[in-house]
């Protein structure tokens, strides 16, 4: 089974790194991210589109047209995760971070290769 993580995110355009999250998917085999697109009004939502595109069956995204209450958004990336993916547990947050993602990414692909 595979552990989900949702990510809302708001007019994050300019801190999302496509090679980090490339990356972190390519790398992090039994995670399926929900990115949850909530309202913004830069660029966000085709950045992430374009992402989603190389990784169909591990990463899904969700858009709000209008900006909601992060609960509110996580919880809709709740249930469309439950509903469209075989996970058994899952993880919210309301910030993208790269680094954060980089390092992980960095220790299972040590993990991967011993």
Same mark, same amino acid.
Request: hydrophobic share 40%.
């Given at each position: 089974?595979?552990?989900?993580?949702?990510?809302?995110?708001?007019? !994050?355009? $300019?801190?999302?790194? $496509?090679?980090?999250?490339?990356?972190?998917?390519?790398?992090?085999? =039994?995670?399926?991210?929900?990115?949850?697109?909530?309202?913004?009004?830069?660029?966000?939502? @085709?950045?992430?589109?374009?992402? *989603?595109?190389?990784?169909?069956?591990?990463?899904?995204?969700?858009?709000?047209?209008? !900006? !909601?209450?992060?609960?509110?958004?996580? !919880?809709?990336?709740?249930?469309?995760?439950? =509903?469209?993916?075989?996970?058994?547990?899952?993880?919210?947050?309301?910030?993208?971070?790269? =680094? @954060?993602?980089?390092?992980?990414? @960095?220790? *299972?692909?040590?993990?991967?290769?011993?």
């Amino acid at each position: 089974m595979k552990s989900g993580i949702i990510i809302t995110l708001y007019n !994050k355009e $300019k801190e999302i790194k $496509k090679g980090v999250l490339e990356q972190f998917i390519a790398v992090c085999k =039994n995670i399926h991210i929900c990115l949850v697109n909530n309202g913004s009004t830069d660029g966000t939502l @085709e950045a992430i589109n374009s992402i *989603s595109e190389k990784f169909i069956d591990r990463l899904s995204v969700v858009s709000i047209r209008n !900006k !909601k209450e992060d609960e509110s958004a996580l !919880k809709l990336g709740f249930r469309f995760l439950m =509903n469209n993916a075989s996970v058994s547990k899952v993880i919210l947050s309301n910030k993208l971070n790269m =680094n @954060e993602l980089q390092n992980i990414s @960095e220790i *299972s692909s040590t993990l991967n290769s011993n």
